[in-house]
């Protein structure tokens, strides 16, 4: 996943992809030893920590994208989207229950979260 996807999904779940004022006064940010860790956003004009953020590679990351997905109804279009996916060896992997593999294939939260970015680009 590349800073594009993590900034489309950040932004799709209401929240400010931060990045740095780099106009930001040593006042705001307490000391320069502070400044190491701490930039005043230049999006939203609030202080946050440089390495905060959604990786989109964590479970809570994975269940924050599916919750948004069932709010806004896009679920089933989503599941359609990735039945209809070639790569990463899902259709090869199907053994006598479909449904027990692909949940399977898409209960890894890098995986998960990648198909939703490339779900939510094909959808622009």
Same mark, same amino acid.
């Given at each position: 996943?590349?800073?594009?996807?993590?900034?489309?999904?950040?932004?799709?779940?209401?929240? =400010?992809?931060?990045?740095?004022? &780099?106009? #930001?006064? #040593? +006042?705001? !940010?307490?000391? +320069?030893?502070d400044? #190491? !860790?701490? &930039?005043?956003? &230049?999006? =939203?004009?609030?202080?946050?920590?440089?390495? +905060?953020?959604?990786?989109?590679?964590?479970?809570d990351?994975?269940? &924050? =994208?599916?919750?948004?997905? $069932?709010?806004?109804?896009?679920?089933?279009?989503? !599941?359609?989207?990735?039945?209809?996916?070639?790569?990463?060896? %899902?259709?090869?992997?199907?053994? $006598?229950?479909?449904?027990?593999?692909?949940?399977?294939?898409?209960?890894?939260?890098?995986? %998960?979260? +990648?198909? $939703? #970015?490339?779900?939510?680009?094909?959808?622009?």
């Open positions: 996943m590349n800073d594009n996807d993590r900034k489309r999904l950040t932004e799709w779940l209401g929240e =400010c992809w931060h990045e740095e004022d &780099a106009n #930001a006064t #040593a +006042q705001q !940010i307490r000391d +320069q030893r400044r #190491a !860790i701490w &930039a005043i956003c &230049a999006n =939203c004009g609030e202080p946050f920590l440089k390495q +905060q953020g959604h990786t989109f590679t964590t479970p990351d994975m269940m &924050a =994208c599916k919750d948004r997905l $069932v709010e806004l109804g896009r679920w089933e279009g989503f !599941i359609e989207y990735c039945l209809d996916q070639d790569g990463d060896d %899902f259709h090869k992997d199907i053994t $006598v229950n479909p449904w027990f593999d692909i949940i399977k294939w898409l209960i890894n939260p890098e995986r %998960f979260c +990648q198909l $939703v #970015a490339d779900f939510l680009k094909e959808g622009e």
